[in-house]
């Protein structure tokens, strides 16, 4: 599991400076190189990383027995969806939570009743796509509408992107060990585990996000094979062939569907990714030499790119409103009642009617202004200035003293966070200097996941939350990964120089992994004192 050549590069770059002879890799390995060891360990190791991160989050996963912050909405949604195919109005809204109440008895009727005559519940207005509420349904159709129940797809998808994102940092760092050392990391900071442990959409929108990029990213390295193979054998071209229909991509463009069908702020991804996945293209194109690569990623890979990065997401995020398509008790479905009958009416009917509820929620989502007590703005997301309190309770003398705590901060691990600040500093330098693919796929990410909320905090004042960073913690988290394989440098490296890098890789590990336990209390809803609490608020009034 030894660190490979992943940053040689940049080590040649400083050789070649100074003068020293530097040995040329084939044409293969510069564009696909071997993956590292046992391919064994390439699985079996991540998978142990897996379970930690599972442990972590399945342990008290119904704790608290109770319904946390905006719960309120998606447990209600997924078990309406897998109740009746579409959402459903509960009983009682904002200050008078019947439905809550119920729920908390062990009651599950809690649908609000439009026609007595045939107990029919009444249609929910709900602003965020679907797939989401269904994969929580997932859950709570397996274990009852229960707060493990609801909370079990969270932990289940949460867990899986640990796996995900060890396996891509290995294919993109060629190192099994950093690859394990990117699953440690998200499966120990604090925002992905409390969202991994609670019923919010955010966690899906993140593993989708993820899951569309590792498509990519194999895909790259299938089609640079590919192409290095036609190269050495084929004709002799100015553009390079057709690399195929590229299942990873259709893959990669289903993924990112989901994403859009979860929230729709995964549009912001489907577009970076579908530039990026061009821009991958065209520099392996001209990486063999091509003389019109740009041309050439015109003519073969445009065509198939747009059929996986725009049919195929359409696709998937249409399928995602099956059920409201099938049901006629969802909310709008009626809304346009054709005049004139015939063999398409009810296609029609259907997709003015679905097209209109589209436009209801954008209007929505452009005009949120309510004000919240734990709404931040991007600019002070990644310093975790306002975190968001999912939970807290003050229960007497179950702790041990009188004043107890009981508490879930949304809050991500300060340690992680931080480092991952001054990572992308060190991506930016690192893309500037060498061009690197990795530091411009992380830093295009970030850049997609957080720019556009500045538009809508300055243009349109809208509510926001630190949560809004899910997505891009993986990609925080692949930005110190690949700096900590920089410090350790390339198997070449002198024995020194990897001691003194592992030294530091392992050191930040065991910083986050303190980080992690200090602040595991507040993130997992344990009772302790409240002093222990207090000492826990590491920013004073703003995590409060």
Not at 16 to 41: C, F, I, T
Not at 534 to 544: P, S, T, V
């Amino acid at each position: 599991m030894a660190v490979t050549d992943f940053s040689y590069q940049a080590d040649d770059h400083l050789k070649r400076a100074s003068g020293e002879d530097v040995p040329q890799p084939s044409l293969r390995d510069r564009l696909v190189p071997p993956m590292p060891g046992n391919p064994m360990w390439g699985w079996l190791a991540p998978l142990a990383v897996m379970l930690f991160g599972a442990i972590l989050r399945f342990s008290y996963l119904a704790r608290p027995r109770d319904i946390v912050f905006d719960e309120t909405y998606y447990a209600k949604g997924g078990w309406s969806l897998v109740n009746f195919w579409v959402e459903r109005k509960a009983l009682g809204t904002g200050e008078n939570p019947i439905a809550d109440n119920m729920l908390r008895k062990g009651q599950t009727d809690i649908w609000e009743k439009c026609t007595p005559a045939t107990a029919a519940p009444c249609p929910d207005y709900v602003v965020h796509p679907p797939l989401g509420k269904w994969m929580i349904g997932l859950g709570e159709q397996l274990f009852g509408m229960t707060p493990y129940g609801w909370r079990f797809a969270a932990a289940l998808f949460g867990t899986l992107s640990i796996f995900i994102l060890a396996r891509v940092a290995r294919r993109m760092t060629r190192s099994t060990l950093l690859g394990c050392l990117a699953g440690l990391l998200l499966a120990l900071d604090g925002l992905h585990f409390v969202l991994a442990r609670t019923a919010l959409l955010d966690i899906f929108l993140m593993f989708w996000v993820l899951a569309g990029f590792a498509c990519l990213v194999v895909d790259r390295d299938q089609s640079r094979a590919r192409l290095v193979t036609w190269y050495e054998s084929g004709p002799a071209s100015q553009e390079g062939p057709w690399l195929g229909w590229r299942p990873w991509r259709i893959a990669a463009g289903v993924c990112l569907g989901a994403a859009c069908a979860v929230k729709w702020s995964g549009i912001w991804f489907l577009i970076a990714f579908a530039v990026m996945a061009l821009l991958w293209d065209a520099g392996a194109r001209r990486a063999v030499g091509l003389r019109r690569p740009y041309v050439g990623t015109f003519r073969r890979d445009l065509p198939t790119a747009l059929g996986a990065m725009t049919l195929a997401p359409a696709i998937t995020y249409t399928l995602s409103w099956t059920g409201w398509f099938a049901s006629p008790l969802g909310y709008g479905r009626n809304w346009d009642q054709a005049t004139s009958s015939g063999p398409f009416y009810f296609v029609f009917d259907s997709i003015r009617s679905w097209v209109s509820y589209q436009l209801q929620a954008l209007s929505f989502h452009s005009g949120l202004k309510s004000t919240h007590p734990y709404q931040s703005e991007p600019w002070e997301w990644p310093l975790l200035l306002r975190p968001v309190a999912f939970f807290y309770e003050s229960p007497k003398r179950t702790c041990g003293v009188e004043n107890c705590s009981q508490a879930i901060l949304g809050v991500g691990t300060p340690v992680i966070w931080f480092g991952a600040l001054l990572a992308l500093v060190g991506m930016i330098a690192w893309y500037v200097a060498s061009r690197d693919w990795r530091a411009g796929a992380v830093l295009l990410t970030y850049a997609a996941g957080w720019l556009p909320w500045f538009y809508y905090a300055v243009m349109h004042n809208r509510t926001m939350f630190i949560f809004y960073m899910a997505p891009l913690i993986p990609f925080m988290v692949l930005a110190l990964v690949l700096a900590l394989g920089l410090i350790i440098g390339p198997a070449t490296a002198s024995q020194r120089r990897r001691t003194v890098g592992a030294a530091v890789a392992g050191g930040f590990a065991l910083l986050a992994l303190a980080n992690f336990w200090w602040l595991h209390p507040v993130l997992s809803a344990e009772v302790i004192p409240y002093t222990d609490w207090d000492a826990r608020m590491l920013f004073g009034k703003g995590w409060i």
